[in-house]
């Protein structure tokens, strides 16, 4: 009796590993209210002060990184957000995703998947990784000017804010410490089929495939290839081992169509729940 309530809460406290679906597509279903969310509008810095107001719950360091990028529009204010959960290693593993949609003048872009996605992902990350104890450092990161401004993706017209963080944290020794950086981008497909990104590394992207198929989601991590220009790119040229999770099979891609009823909560907790696996093998 003693010694099964012992393992119990053992078990507990190493494998609170409590993603949920529903939980994420609420958060995406919030990101989405605010409207097109393109950076320096005032939507984009009302989607920022949601975020910062959600994690300052979630028990983590809450850091922002503001900027002004030089784009073909001129100077816009762009800020990335991050939370820190402590760990005591000394390394770092990053979860990164985008929270701005694409400027489209004149159209309504909410971007349920491409920039909701990732962005509801990443606040039921950090409201799961609240609960578990933390042998490296994981930061989340919502990245702001992943989009390009101009219609079509060209030059450095694009990946503004992980260009910055990249930057940043080569300057301050942190991308040393980094040993695993796994970015996200339209994951909330109904139709989830992820293929793996040739540009990414190799070994990570066998863990979460690998992990992947012990969870029983083997199904939505294809045996596929193809390669994709994303916010992985900026630290993978830094030497940090990084890799992209996208489902870029989305036939709304950039349209106004791109609404809440393409995504799904069951394929946001695939992927939440594999990350966060991910996240826990990487660390032992
Ligand atoms: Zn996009």
Known sequence: MLRSAAFLLAAASTF????????????????????????????????????????????????????????????????????????????????????????????KFVG????????????????????QPRIDDVYLVWFDGEEAVREQWEGEDNLYGSRHLAAKWRKDGTLARVKALINVDMIGDKDLDIKRETTGNAKLNTLVWDTAKALGYGAYFLDQTQATEDDHLPFLQQGVPAIDLIDFDYDPWHKDSDTMDKISAQSLEIVGTVVLEVIHRLEH
């Open 112 to 131: 349920a998947n491409d920039g909701g996605s990732s962005t509801g992902l990443l606040l039921e990350l950090a409201r799961a990784l609240q609960r």
């Open 16 to 107: 609170a590993v409590d993603f949920s679906g529903t939980s994420a597509f609420k958060y995406v279903a919030k990101a989405v209210e605010f409207g097109p969310r393109p950076s320096g509008s005032e939507a984009n810095q009302k989607l920022q002060n949601y975020i910062l107001a959600q994690i300052r719950m979630d028990g983590c360091e809450v850091m922002e990184d503001p900027f002004t990028a030089s784009t073909p529009n001129g100077a816009i204010k762009m800020d990335n957000i991050i939370a820190k959960f402590p760990g005591r290693s000394g390394k770092a593993i990053v979860i990164t995703g985008h929270f701005d949609t694409k400027l489209f003048p004149g159209r």
